[in-house]
């Protein structure tokens, strides 16, 4: 079965760092773009970008490109979300998710994890 | 970058009716590269559809879509209290902002 764990929720202060974790299980990590969705309170989802495990190749929104970035560990088959300096505005749930196809990298995603909550506040 | 339109924002209906909603997009697109996801208060979302038309493992036969260019739809053949929540598409690297349908 394949799965997908998060790490769980987070409160951190404007200017601090985070990093957010993603654990697969259940299927052949690095052969399968897995990517990362954000839902800020009672809005909808945005995607942030995907990496591919197998060689590392990540591919960011523009709206996302160069305010987070996205990586992942083969041997622990963990993808993560990392932050340098957070805002408040960066306040939200994040989803880690799974393409279905492998190797595709315009297939939908069809597993998720659960969502990380990450409250940035002063 | 293609936009994603999805109306109508809010659906009010009844269990046991038929839902109805469309997603258009500001391109031209491969219908083998439109998705549609459920969300439910509180959950992540879920793939229903992939390809347009083509069910995702475990989704009733109640769902079903169709489309192709621009112009994708989502149908609800006949509502279920489980049916009523957020319902997203997905091209890419975009998704819709979302129909709500709820109890009317």
């Known amino acids: 079965e394949v799965q997908l764990v998060q790490s769980g929720a987070e409160v951190k202060k404007p200017g601090e760092s985070l990093k957010i974790s993603c654990k697969g299980s259940g299927y052949t990590f690095t052969n399968y773009w897995i990517g990362w969705v954000r839902q800020t309170p009672g809005k909808g989802l945005e995607w942030m970008g995907v990496?591919?495990?197998?060689?590392?190749?990540?591919r960011y929104s523009p709206s996302f490109q160069g305010q987070v970035a996205i990586s992942v560990d083969k041997s622990i088959s963990t993808a993560y979300l990392q932050w340098n300096s957070l805002k408040a505005s960066d306040t939200a749930i994040y989803y880690c998710a799974r393409h279905s196809a492998s190797g595709n990298y315009g297939s939908e995603f069809g597993y998720w994890g659960q969502g990380s909550l990450v409250t940035v506040s002063s | 970058e293609i936009v994603l339109t999805q109306s109508p924002g809010t659906l009010s209906l009844s269990p046991g009716e038929r839902a109805t909603l469309s997603c258009s997009t500001s391109q031209t697109i491969p219908s083998r590269f439109l998705a549609w996801y459920q969300q439910r208060p509180g959950q992540a979302p879920r793939l229903l559809i992939y390809g347009a038309f083509n069910r995702a493992t475990g989704i009733p036969d109640r769902f079903s879509g169709s489309g192709s260019g621009t112009d994708f739809t989502l149908t609800i053949s006949r509502l279920e209290p489980e049916d009523f929540a957020v319902y997203y598409c997905q091209h890419y690297d975009s998704f819709g902002p979302g129909t709500k349908v709820d109890i009317k």
């Open positions: 990496i591919y495990p197998g060689d590392s190749d990540t």
